[in-house]
């Protein structure tokens, strides 16, 4: 199957920085990467759907000027968490495909903790 | 939007036994229906899918069903063994766009 990568695996910042996570579709080209949150024995939240070229589409409630999707080519698509505080703490997962595939592929997740 | 319902929450079966794990959703234009499984601290898995036109689909052990009227579907693990413990995801989605993921079920096979 397909294959997303995510970088950085695991990332611990103090509050108030801003940190970036890469999505990378490795053998195939992502036009849709989506971006989902997931607490401790939670289900995957939606947060933006990304095209590539165009602007993120943000489900309600996720602010778009905290969590910023860029989506520049067809193989990456990235998250940048600003101005991070503790709330934001979670286990992000980026996944490629969708549209008229369907299937998607998921990253191995990011586990951000801010201090 | 969508709306995913998903149960149980938890489910522990006998090895061998079978497990069945419901999902209903709420928008009628949903399409696909893909099952993702879950191990601790890794991505999540796609195991089966199916799409609306179709009303059950079968690989090996798992099948999945589908009912468009009441808007809900099902999988089922048949002759189930200690690998299959994980937490199983249902989601539903329109022509791939915009996946909405029910809440999960944690499923532990005894041996």
């Known amino acids: 199957g397909a294959v997303v990568s995510q970088h950085p695996s695991w990332v611990i910042c103090k509050s108030g920085t801003s940190v970036k996570i890469e999505c990378r579709s490795l053998d195939f080209q992502a036009t849709t990467m989506f971006w989902y949150r997931q607490f401790p024995k939670q289900s995957l939240m939606l947060m933006a759907t990304?095209?590539?070229?165009?602007?993120?589409?943000?489900e309600q409630g996720v602010e778009k000027d905290k969590f910023l999707i860029n989506h520049a080519s067809l193989t990456l698509s990235t998250l940048t968490v600003t101005s991070a505080h503790p709330e934001d703490s979670s286990f992000y997962i980026c996944s490629g495909g969708g549209g008229i595939k369907e299937t998607q592929y998921f990253g191995p997740g990011t586990r951000l903790l801010v201090l | 939007g969508e709306n995913v319902e998903q149960h149980p929450s938890t489910l522990s079966v006998q090895e061998g036994d079978s497990a069945v794990i419901k999902c209903t959703y709420s928008?009628?234009?949903?399409?696909?229906f893909p099952w993702y499984k879950q191990e601790l601290g890794k991505r999540p898995q796609l195991i089966i899918d199916i799409r609306s036109n179709v009303g059950e689909k079968k690989d090996q052990r798992i099948a999945v069903t589908l009912n468009k009227t009441a808007k809900h579907f099902s999988l089922h693990i048949t002759e189930t063994q200690p690998e299959d413990s994980a937490v199983y995801f249902c989601?539903?989605?329109?022509?791939?766009?915009?996946?909405?993921f029910g809440t999960g079920t944690s499923l532990t096979v005894i041996p």
């Open positions: 928008d009628s234009a949903s399409n696909y």
């Open positions: 989601a539903a989605s329109f022509t791939g766009n915009q996946f909405y």
């Open positions: 990304s095209n590539e070229g165009s602007k993120a589409t943000y």
